[in-house]
């Protein structure tokens, strides 16, 4: 069902376009600032992605799912920009993420705290590392997915996933971070 908006937009429905724009945009946005630690310029390399598919209209193989076509698109125009402009700056990941809303301001508030901590120790990553994570634990793709995205075989995203958990955590127990229990 996930590529059937593609597969619709081929077909000539425009609204199939908006439809894929709301399904990824925040994930796949999210990706790209794992390339570019620039949450704006990450939305600007999300819409040319999206631009990109609009136009070329690339081949779908559906040896992947389309989630994984959509964001090895958005990874090369990433890549393409960094190699452009080597000159782009860092900034951690804060507030990445909106947390549900909530009656309890107090566990509002806490949860945010979390979040903002653990985005911001994600970003302190090598980039490998906090995309490797980002795209298996947040768009929950599977590691063949991962490997496809990454264009690495699997058992590098294997063993990349491993290495990315081991210094997380390391990472996350020198920063006092608390993990919930249940």
């Not at 992605?49 to 779908?60: E, M």
């Not at 107090?106 to 980002?134: C, D, H, M």
């Amino acid at each position: 069902m996930e590529n059937n908006a593609y597969k619709r937009y081929l077909d000539g429905d425009d609204t199939a376009l908006l439809d894929m724009i709301r399904e990824y945009k925040n994930g796949l946005t999210m990706y790209l600032n794992s390339y570019v630690h620039d949450l704006d310029l990450a939305d600007e390399l999300c819409c040319e992605t999206f631009v990109r598919l609009a136009d070329k209209k690339p081949k779908f193989r559906e040896s992947s799912s389309f989630k994984t076509f959509l964001y090895g698109i958005g990874r090369n125009i990433a890549l393409v920009y960094i190699r452009r402009n080597k000159k782009h700056i860092a900034e951690p990941l804060d507030e990445a993420m909106e947390t549900p809303d909530s009656i309890d301001l107090e566990k509002e508030f806490l949860i945010k705290e979390r979040n903002r901590q653990l985005y911001t120790v994600l970003g302190s990553l090598k980039p490998e590392y906090s995309q490797a994570l980002w795209l298996m634990y947040f768009e929950e793709l599977s590691v063949k997915e991962i490997a496809a995205v990454m264009k690495k075989s699997l058992s590098a995203v294997k063993v990349l996933l491993h290495r990315a958990r081991s210094a997380l955590k390391t990472k996350l127990e020198k920063e006092g971070f608390e993990y919930e229990n249940g």
